[in-house]
């Protein structure tokens, strides 16, 4: 469905503070996550008259600009999915519309989270951080995720599996100090 510009603008600039926490996450510096940001609506107010607004919303589509974006910048080989990738997919279950968790992370504030889940989370490479963002806190499914950052499916499985199991390893003290059995 054609929006007008006026209903584009209410629906893009809705969705800023998603789309610059994933910038800010992607990036780890407020300075450049402002210009990913800046760049992101820049694009994306060039592209409105072309944009069409379907059941998912305008959220994916921002953040598939500004996936491109922040990409382009670092180069393409960065994303390229790896024989790894390919091979630890079949290991990982086939979950293929599985909804992200229940809980609404998406006004996290990342002042109140432990460090060490933090900085478990800021060491994960950026291919798995920006999926594991886009899961658990953006709330996107499997799909959703590899139409935004233009890879395969099994490749957001794999890479995901191994962001949670990296994490699950890195925080396996802080579980247990929090009464978690893994």
């Known amino acids: 469905m054609a929006v007008d ?8 600039l809705a969705e800023l503070d998603a789309v610059h926490r994933l ?9 450049a996550a402002g210009d990913l940001v800046q760049e992101t609506f820049a694009r994306a107010f060039a592209a409105a008259p072309t944009f ?3 059941e998912r919303g305008i959220r994916p589509w921002l953040f598939k600009i500004l996936h491109n974006v922040f990409y382009n910048s670092l180069g393409r080989q960065q994303r390229e999915p790896t024989l790894l990738d390919d ?31 933090k900085r478990a989370v800021d060491e994960l490479p950026t291919t798995y951080r920006a999926i594991l963002l886009l899961w658990a806190v953006e709330g996107l ?21 191994r962001a949670r199991m990296t994490l699950s390893a890195a925080l396996a003290d802080l579980a247990k100090e929090k009464g978690i059995e893994l």
């Open 52 to 54: 069409r607004l379907g």
């Open 141 to 161: 499914k499997y799909r959703e995720i590899a139409d935004v950052i233009d890879i395969p499916l099994g490749t957001v499985m794999s890479r995901l599996y």
């Open 23 to 31: 910038a800010v996450h992607l990036c780890r510096d407020a300075d």
């Open 5 to 12: 510009p006026q209903q584009f603008r209410q629906l893009a």
């Open 87 to 117: 091979l630890q997919s079949e290991a990982v279950a086939h979950e293929l519309d599985a909804e992200p968790p229940a809980w609404d992370l998406s006004s996290l504030d990342w002042e109140y989270v432990d460090d060490r889940l």
